[in-house]
């Protein structure tokens, strides 16, 4: 049966007042009947709002604003040849975009030097550099060989590493967050038979287009353009169209030159084709539209273009020849200025 007491009890209860009754045991020894004691009474606020806790503040919007007291701890017994560095933490990727970079901090053995200099503790290791010049330390790698980056791609969070083998090169693909290594990365860009380019084997990054893709080339002794494919960021490897016409050889021994204005999705291909006839080498061009991966053979015109390079420092002008003569076609002139290709009249 319930007493007044406890009954008064809910029902204040009910109004935010809670009762506290301390028993009757606790009454002085010898001194009689207990005393009622006091009763304390706490009176709750209905209307108070819990207090936000630093955990509730949203993150920092852009990198400019997280505070230098957010930045994870230094290194601990960092090598001193290597820059002051950060320890790594996954926060730090919602950062980063196209304004980072990596960078790769050596001292080593390179046993493919022709004037090897002997360190006798060597190290070589990939670091994650922000606008503002923080370090961020990934990974230690591996110190018989020179490595240097060739692409990263902070969207996907991968960085392409190139491993320097005196007159060899081998680009494979690192995740960033895993350390995890791929050599076959590239492999869906060329045909089966071609295991050495399919292991990363002079494999070139050359341009990203205005659609988000990425040209990568691979190249042969000397550099010839071997083959072509696509990288999209967050999706898979694609080889070019314009491979099967190397295949067929019309293109002769490969594309010895390759020019890419990226903000006009045009690639310039400067061929070299042995005519046994007369035992000399000529110039062939093709005009390479990337976005929609299409071409234009433009047959044997006998000159090099003015510049033809990976990376244009100026606005060259090609003129090149369409069809198997100029008479048949007539000139065109291709700008490497965003502008469409116009003809000459």
Not at 94 to 100: A, I, K, L, Q
Not at 199 to 208: E, S
Request: charged letters at 15%.
């Amino acid at each position: 049966m319930a007493t007044r007491n406890s009954t008064v009890a809910r029902v204040m209860a009910s109004f935010g007042v809670i009762l506290i009754s301390l028993p009757a045991s606790l009454a002085l020894a010898g001194c009689g009947d207990p005393a009622p004691l006091p009763t304390l009474t706490i009176t709750a606020d209905p209307t108070a709002e819990p207090s936000a806790s630093a955990s509730d503040e949203p993150p920092p919007a852009t990198w400019a604003d997280v505070p230098a007291s957010d930045l994870p701890p230094l290194v601990a017994g960092q090598d001193p040849r290597e820059p002051q560095a950060h320890d790594m933490q996954t926060w730090i990727w919602d950062y980063v975009d196209d304004t980072w970079s990596l960078d790769v901090v050596r001292a080593i053995n390179n046993q493919y030097d022709p004037e090897p200099v002997q360190i006798a503790d060597p190290f070589q290791t990939l670091f994650l550099v922000s606008p503002d010049g923080e370090y961020f330390r990934l990974f230690d790698l591996r110190t018989d060989i020179g490595i240097y980056v060739a692409h990263f791609s902070p969207s996907d969070r991968l960085g392409f590493l190139m491993r320097a083998f005196y007159e060899e090169s081998q680009t494979v693909q690192m995740d960033l967050v895993s350390g995890a290594v791929s050599e076959t990365w590239a492999a869906p860009g060329f045909p089966a038979s071609d295991t050495s380019h399919a292991a990363g084997w002079f494999v070139a990054y050359k341009a990203t287009l205005p659609d988000g893709r990425e040209v990568w080339a691979g190249e042969g002794y000397g550099s010839p353009i071997t083959g072509v494919f696509f990288r999209t960021p967050g999706g898979g490897v694609s080889p070019s169209a314009i491979n099967s016409t190397l295949a067929a050889g019309v293109a002769g021994d490969g594309y010895y030159c390759m020019g890419i204005d990226a903000e006009d999705s045009t690639a310039v291909y400067d061929t070299q084709i042995y005519e046994w006839t007369t035992d000399t080498w000529t110039s062939h061009f093709i005009v390479h539209y990337l976005t929609s991966d299409t071409w234009v053979y433009t047959g044997r015109m006998g000159f090099m273009p003015t510049a033809c390079h990976d990376d244009f420092d100026v606005t060259p002008t090609y003129w090149v020849g369409l069809g198997n003569s100029v008479a048949q076609s007539g000139l065109y002139r291709v700008y490497f200025d965003g502008s469409p290709d116009q003809p000459i009249p």
